[in-house]
């Protein structure tokens, strides 16, 4: 195989179909458009949710539920087996995490949640914790300290 006989599989490439450049083109005039009518013109399709005037789907069905964006927190989430891994530290604080680089950002804070194991008591000072960590925590020896 040369680079001079490499060519693209037998089509695949396809040429784009350019409208409305002239008469040679077999595109000319009406550009594929036809004569007249909405479609001809220009911006002239209703939207993808027009339904011939009827009232939309999205209009005849009931709204459902609510969003609590404004209230939504946001946790930097952390598992016991990834606390099991930081050496030389007895006290587990999300500046600890952020220097040793194990989170990048607290966001509206830390919460640890109890998947893996812990061996060594550890002091864990974070902003929620589940039912797990902190049943698993304490059998450690360690203490689950809410910020």
Known sequence: MNMNTLAPAKGSNKKVKRV????????????????????????????????GGQTPMQRRLPKRGFKNSPFKREYAILNLSTLEK???????????????KIIK?????????GTGTISKPLTVKAHAFSASAVSKIQAAGGKAEVL
């Open 20 to 51: 409305g450049r002239g008469m040679g083109s077999g595109h000319g005039k009406t550009a594929t458009k036809g004569h007249k009518g909405q479609k001809a013109r220009s911006g002239g399709t209703k939207g993808p949710a027009f339904e």
């Open 86 to 100: 930081i050496a030389g530290a007895d006290v587990v604080t999300p500046e600890v995490l952020l220097e040793k």
């Open 105 to 113: 950002d607290v966001k509206d804070g830390i919460k640890i949640l």
